[in-house]
């Protein structure tokens, strides 16, 4: 667990937690002197296992972890927004133009960008890039497989209906089956190297209202959890 803004407070204590609150130069965009820190942190761990990186404005932790990939990786990215955005400070690593960054990763064969608008995705640049627009989701066009390669897998749960999820970010609106159905899509059928989930909101200033979110987020959080646990724990025992 990274807790940037104290979402979790202790909700999963079979994890690793490590508070970064104190780290400057996260928010939005990562810092030098922030990324040494988080990859110390990431180091003493690895990435395999599930990580939970708070808010979608620190999902630039995904590129920190696939930096220590060094064997030819796919990267499963479930998101809303592509970000694939242009850099906006100088060549900063920031939470909008982190996976266009991670496309600079030699070893990384494939990005599967899965969940934005066919509007959206109109803008993406096709190397090395398989996308999957949510309107071809939802018309139940099967996603493609490619087994060769092991897979590292992001979710940021701005893909979702706010039924499901509560973020600081404008919001998709696949539901969360559908979220888990992908999800073990790529469960059941790739070796997984870690996996990834971000989308929280640090904003909310009224009281009931971040109840509702705390709750709202943390069934999510708890389902898609249960979810690769299960597969994976499954796989294991064959």
């Excluded at 479930?78 to 955005?85: K, S, V």
């Excluded at 497989?145 to 404008?170: C, F, G, H, Q």
């Amino acid at each position: 667990v990274f807790d940037f803004t104290h979402s979790y407070k202790g909700d999963y204590p079979q994890l690793t937690y490590y508070d970064c609150s104190d780290i400057e130069g996260t928010r939005l965009f990562c810092d030098q002197h922030a990324e040494k820190q988080l990859k110390e942190m990431i180091s003493k761990n690895g990435i395999s296992g599930i990580h939970f990186i708070d808010s979608g404005d620190y999902h630039y932790i995904t590129k920190l972890m696939t930096d220590f990939i060094h064997e030819p990786f796919n990267l499963v990215l479930i998101d809303h927004h592509t970000d694939m955005q242009s850099s906006i400070v100088g060549d900063m690593l920031s939470c909008g133009n982190w996976a266009k960054k991670a496309l600079q990763n030699p070893f990384l064969h494939r990005l599967y960008l899965i969940g934005p608008s066919k509007h959206d995705l109109k803008s993406v640049e096709r190397n090395k890039v398989l996308s999957f627009s949510i309107e071809e989701l939802e018309q139940g066009t099967p996603i493609p497989l490619e087994t060769k390669y092991p897979v590292y897998i992001s979710i940021d749960k701005d893909v979702l209906d706010e039924r499901y999820a509560m973020t600081n970010w404008n919001q998709g609106d696949m539901s969360l089956g559908m979220l888990e159905d992908v999800l073990a899509h790529f469960l059941k059928n790739c070796e997984v190297i870690g996996i990834d989930i971000c989308g929280d909101d640090p904003d909310i200033d009224d009281y009931p209202t971040y109840i509702k979110a705390e709750r709202i987020n943390n069934l999510s959080d708890d389902a898609l959890y249960q979810t690769a646990m299960k597969i994976l724990k499954r796989r294991k025992k064959k």
